[in-house]
């Protein structure tokens, strides 16, 4: 009898430890209604024991339960910090304590204090309901994954989340520009992992969106079309060489739109063949600029290619001159929906 009792604690035991773990390592989901909703955080350069960093903890607190998202993305720039590694798991509180799903992309400032790439995903990664993954070692820089956003009723592949790291600055004697720029190999995995999930799909590409930190050259085509909306404040800061991220994208046939931040007061949506390029909204106090502070907003659909975004405007912002004022709005501020916002223009 002692024997049966043991036996069955054990397996209590290991049953409650896999439901802990399954729970704050969840599965991407459509909902009841069809719909997957991503909230964009961007250039947030939380700073450890600052009360203007820690104003933006309660900006984005408020953003996750007000939309109640199904994933966070944090494109970039995310801890700007000594004490880097206490930052990162303050910033994670917020999650954790919201039981939301939530994914990183490195930026250029996040490694210039004192932890590399991979030490910031040995640091956030096995955290509770964190998703993001260090990606493949033999493949320039850290975080390059792919997440599935799976059926509401099954396990079946709906949508693909590119997660694409896009690396940092250069140093100005190389003769290069002023950026990094997302290497060759990382074009070919994409393409592979691209390839491979259209015939996983039979032969059918899946509704993709892609995100990273600096954007692409091409950003600088979508701005003055017509169907172009939003703000642009500043240059485009992108590599001068180009790798043919882009062209991959066009080529694979899967990418609806990519979604960056760098440019702190850029945050504009514009299309170019079909591919939306998609700045997000600046989150962090602490950066530059006089444009208001908040997040970006995507809804995917289930079955169709197809999404809305739009901007959530929180706080009226000047860094400089200590401007920290609440935005009192619930308007989805340049609301687009793809395709059908770039039609027949």
Known sequence: MKKIALF?????????FTQAQNSTNPELKFNAEGKFKILQFTDIHFKYNSFR????????????????PDLVVLTGDVVCSKHTKKAWLKLATIFTEAEVPWAVT??????????????????????????TEDGPEEISGNGNYVLKVRSHSSEKTEAVLYCIDSHSGLKKEAGLGSYDWIKWDQVNWYREQSRKLTAENNGNPYPALAFFHIPLPEYNQVWGMETTIGVKNEKVCSPDINSG??????????????????????????????????YGQATGRETYGGIPKGYRVIELYEGQRKFDTWV?????????????????????KYFVTYPDSFAGK
């Not at 400032?109 to 040995?122: A, F, N, S, V, Y």
Request: one cysteine or more.
């Open 106 to 131: 490195l930026g250029n400032h996040d490694i210039e204090e004192e932890l590399t790439g991979k030490e910031i995903m040995e640091t956030i990664c096995d955290l509770p309901y964190c998703i």
């Open 8 to 16: 069955l604690t054990i397996l209590f035991c290991v049953y409650g």
């Open 245 to 278: 991220m882009y062209n991959a994208f066009v080529e694979s046939e899967d990418v609806m739109a990519m979604f960056v931040g760098h440019d702190h007061v850029n945050n504009y949506i514009g299309e170019l063949r079909g591919i939306c390029m998609v």
């Open 53 to 68: 960093s820690d104003s933006v903890l309660l900006l984005m607190k408020a953003a996750v339960n007000d939309e109640k």
């Open 312 to 332: 959530r405007e929180k706080y009226e912002c000047d860094n400089d001159k200590g401007i920290w004022t609440p935005v009192n709005s619930r308007e989805k």
